[in-house]
T-cell receptor
């Protein structure tokens, strides 16, 4: 069954600690995305990647890092520099068509990150 | 900058009442807009896209270029329609997807 898998479902971070959120897709999609969802603020784009070994910053990239070593994987690291990391994180993917990103996105179930 | 605006954070209606979730966009060119829905404890999923002109779960959305709107409508709301709804264009400006702020729809019995 094709889809996007995010893990873990819940994650706790200690002060000064980096944590990594996993996102895997078996949809053979070219593009992958990370969003942060906060109450009353909708979805905000953190990072996105259109192709392996390449990624771009979104609107709120500070304090986060990503890698795209494989097409199916796009892990997000929340670094200690991110001062307000408590949020719900959503990963998504979409197909590219003729180099134009105009396809709908498929989302994972999300990871809820909290501070200890 | 290209923007999508959902002016209502919360919309509360009674079961059987019509519902309209507003979405306004501000960019040039031919927009292609989507509505996404997030039911409680479920993942965000595509509800409909204007290009297909489909009706999903009784919802429709018409693109109004004159008013730059893409409002989501349903003539008779059901309790199971209670969810968060996001309006979004697809990718633009090099791949960045911009979602609206989202509207929480609450359908009361």
């Amino acid at each position: 069954d094709g889809g996007i898998t995010q893990s873990p479902k819940y994650l706790f971070r200690k002060e000064g600690q980096n944590v990594t959120l996993s996102c895997e897709q078996n949809l053979n999609h070219d593009a992958m995305y990370w969003y942060r969802q906060d109450p009353g603020q909708g979805l905000r784009l953190i990072y996105y990647s259109q192709i392996v070994n390449d990624f771009q910053k979104g609107d709120i990239a500070e304090g986060y890092s990503v890698s795209r070593e494989k097409k199916e994987s796009f892990p997000l690291t929340v670094t200690s520099a991110q001062k307000n990391p408590t949020a719900f994180y959503l990963c998504a993917s979409s197909q590219l068509r003729s180099g134009v990103l105009n396809q709908p996105q498929h989302f994972g179930d999300g990871t809820r990150l909290s501070i200890l | 900058a290209q923007r999508v605006t959902q002016p209502e954070k919360l919309l509360s209606v009674f079961k059987g009442a019509p519902v309209e979730l507003k979405c306004n966009y501000s960019y040039s060119g031919s927009p292609e807009l989507f509505w996404y829905v997030q039911y409680s404890r479920q993942r965000l999923q595509l509800l409909l896209r204007h290009i297909s002109r489909e009706s999903i779960k009784g919802f429709t959305a018409d693109l109004n270029k004159g008013e730059t709107s893409f409002h989501l409508k349903k003539p008779f709301a059901q309790e199971e329609d209670s969810a968060m709804y996001y309006c979004a264009p697809p990718h633009n400006q090099g791949g960045k997807l911009i979602f609206g702020q989202g509207t929480e729809l609450s359908v009361k019995p």
